[in-house]
């Protein structure tokens, strides 16, 4: 039998959930029409597609659990200290070989994390997940075979491989941060533990990157602050002035 | 009298899918029930992936089709459990699709043959497609490229 969790918890855990993909979703949509190839371009639209349609889901339960509120009105209507998304995925895009770096140090983590989630003692959880992950499944396969590629491809394609290796590497640290909330969301059987995670996912990572001919940076240090809103980086902020900025210069517009 | 559900399935068939339009809605496995609530006609429809722009579509689709048969009186659920799964297409359905010049999903991954020359000599481009529902392969016998309904 699962313990009961508060609401607030649960809130924190969906928001946490929903804002991942809802600001690389969007970050992954401002490619529409730049990629390299034509087959790229709708390969990102697609996966922004369905990064945007799992945030419906999660930030959809987000709000119904706030109480009256719709996810749009989740996603257009906070500032930037309300987000709980980690900060890897506001980082901005680079080019387009580190765009795929971090959308497979995501995707392996997203499709780990929502595995276990398929078995969650909240029905609407595991629900959302088990649509969820079988998207997230394409999304892995093509970053991964993405990053493959590139890194070992040219000279020029695996030095910038290795370049954003170096510079996400240390965002990925806070995927699998605890604190008190998780402690809570795992005591009611709602998610796993993230540092639980680590294990699967070093070892799924380091076998991509060894096939991509790349070394994994040694040192540990992890950015933190954004799936606690202590403190995101400063390109949240710029995201969110394109993001909501049709709701807040026309309030209540409607499509 | 209320009209059957038997009857309303067969209404339902003749709406196409917005984005394949020789394939119904209930080709496409979306529409999962169909009940009488008192007065009120109850559709269930499930989505395809969970950011298909299609799916509100298909939402006002049947509605508008229902009200065209005299049922003004229509409430669609959406429910996301169980997950759509392409195993959900009709024999029919798989049939039109590669009619169509689509080929129909397979457990193995990837399309049995091309839909326009029948060679299985096929390479695939791209796991994503036109669609959020599609891959983009291509043919190394007719050289003619092709979306394939991908399994999920």
């Avoid at chain 2, 049939?95 to 397979?106: T, V």
Wanted: glycine share 8%.
């Amino acid at each position: 039998m699962s313990v009961s969790v508060s609401n607030d918890a649960l809130l924190q855990f969906l928001l946490r959930m929903g804002d991942n993909t809802l600001i690389l979703g969007h970050r992954v949509s401002e490619w529409c029409g730049h990629a390299p190839v034509l087959e790229e371009d709708i390969a990102l639209a697609n996966t922004a597609l369905d990064l945007i349609g799992q945030t419906q889901m999660w930030l959809g339960l987000a709000g119904e659990i706030e109480g009256g509120k719709s996810a749009d009105d989740l996603a257009f209507l906070r500032d930037a200290w309300d987000f709980r998304n980690v900060l890897l995925v506001e980082v901005p895009n680079g080019d387009f070989g580190r765009t795929l770096m971090r959308q497979f140090l995501f995707d392996a983590w997203h499709s780990i994390m929502l595995g276990r989630l398929m078995t969650s003692s909240d029905d609407r959880v595991a629900a959302i997940a088990a649509k969820a992950s079988k998207e997230v499944a394409y999304h892995l396969e093509r970053s991964g075979d993405t990053v493959v590629g590139l890194g070992d491809g040219t000279e020029e394609s695996h030095t910038r491989m290795q370049e954003a290796l170096d510079y996400l590497w240390p965002y990925v640290g806070e995927m699998f941060a605890s604190d008190e909330v998780d402690a809570k969301i795992v005591a009611a059987g709602i998610a796993p533990n993230p540092i639980d995670l680590r294990e699967e996912y070093d070892a799924l990572v380091e076998r991509i990157l060894t096939q991509a001919t790349l070394t994994i940076p040694e040192s540990r240090f992890a950015h933190k602050g954004g799936r606690d809103g202590r403190m995101h980086t400063e390109h949240l902020g710029h995201l969110l002035t394109q993001m909501q900025w049709l709701q807040r210069a026309y309030p209540g517009a409607k499509w | 009298m209320q009209t059957s559900t038997d009857q309303i399935w067969s209404w339902l068939d003749a709406v196409p899918d917005p984005e394949i339009p020789v394939i119904s809605v209930v080709d496409l496995g979306i529409v999962r029930d169909v009940r009488w609530d008192a007065e009120t006609l109850v559709v269930r429809v499930t989505p395809t992936y969970s950011g298909c722009p299609a799916t509100s579509v298909i939402s006002m689709d049947i509605e508008t089709a229902l009200r065209d048969h005299g049922i003004g009186d229509v409430r669609i659920e959406t429910s996301i459990a169980p997950a759509w799964t392409t195993d959900w297409l009709s024999e029919k359905g798989r049939a039109k699709l590669e009619d169509y010049g689509i080929a129909p999903p397979q457990p193995a991954g990837g399309p049995e043959r091309c839909p326009r020359c029948g060679s299985e000599a096929v390479e695939k481009v791209s796991q994503f497609g036109s669609t959020p529902c599609k891959a983009h392969w291509r043919c190394t016998d007719c050289l003619e490229p092709f979306d394939y309904f991908k399994c999920i």
